[in-house]
T-cell receptor
Framework: GAGVSQSPSNKVTEKGKDVELRCDPI?????LYWYRQSLGQGLEFLIY????????KSGLPSDRFSAERTGGSVSTLTIQRTQQEDSAVYLC???????????????FGPGTRLLVL | RKEVEQDPGPFNVPEGATVAFNCTYS??????FFWYRQDCRKEPKLLMSVYSSGNEDGRFTAQLNRASQYISLLIRDSKLSDSATYLCVVNTGGFKTIFGAGTRLFVKA
């Protein structure tokens, strides 16, 4: 079956521009996560969506970052006024239920590699 | 102190060797634990969950020590294909998932 997909796979932008990153989770998965991974670093949690509940935005690094999830499915991560330090791989993951329950697996998309010049 | 800490390595081992990684976590309320594997420039994929009683999957054995707040991963009879970064993952209940920075493993012929 189809896995998690993300688009674009690569994005090069100029400092100060806005970018939108898209994530299509696995159909039926209620939980959706966004992470950021800088070169050679671990995954940094950004935001989490569960069903129709209010998202947990505690990991967003600044107010330039926002995300939404429409209809409980597709999610978009928006970075406004991009900075060079935003350059990273942005990974989306989904799980059937929140990972804390029943040792649920997170399935990752291939990521979007963002480069801010 | 980081919530989840791992030795970054790299661990360089010959084929057939046994290698072990540890990961420590700071939140005693953590409830679920995982090892993920990440190949170079690829997304992470679940290697195995870690259960309280310890669990084994082929050449891989995972253990949890709640008293000392660490989990471990043991790889026996290492293969070239085991070369990757191994991510320790801890969940404090519900949704909040914390990934360690990973331990790099290189298996040499």
């Amino acid at each position: 079956g189809a896995g998690v997909s993300q688009s674009p796979s690569n994005k090069v932008t100029e400092k100060g521009k806005d970018v939108e990153l898209r994530c299509d989770p696995i159909s039926g998965h209620t939980a959706l996560y966004w992470y950021r991974q800088s070169l050679g670093q671990g995954l940094e949690f950004l935001i989490y969506f569960q069903g129709n509940s209010a998202p947990d935005k505690s990991g967003l690094p600044s107010d330039r970052f926002s995300a939404e999830r429409t209809g409980g499915s597709v999610s978009t991560l928006t970075i406004q006024r991009t900075q060079q330090e935003d350059s990273a791989v942005y990974l989306c993951a989904s799980s059937l239920v929140p990972s804390g329950f029943l040792q649920e697996t997170q399935y990752f998309g291939p990521g979007t590699r963002l480069l801010v010049l | 102190r980081k919530e989840v800490e791992q030795d970054p390595g790299p661990f360089n081992v010959p084929e057939g060797a046994t290698v072990a990684f540890n990961c420590t976590y700071s939140n005693s309320a953590s409830q679920s634990f995982f090892w993920y594997r990440q190949d170079c420039r690829k997304e992470p994929k679940l290697l195995m969950s870690v259960y309280s009683s310890g669990n084994e999957d082929g050449r891989f054995t995972a253990q949890l020590n709640r008293a000392s707040q660490y989990i471990s991963l043991l790889i026996r009879d290492s293969k070239l294909s085991d070369s990757a970064t191994y991510l320790c993952v801890v969940n404090t209940g519900g949704f909040k998932t914390i990934f360690g920075a990973g331990t790099r493993l290189f298996v040499k012929a």
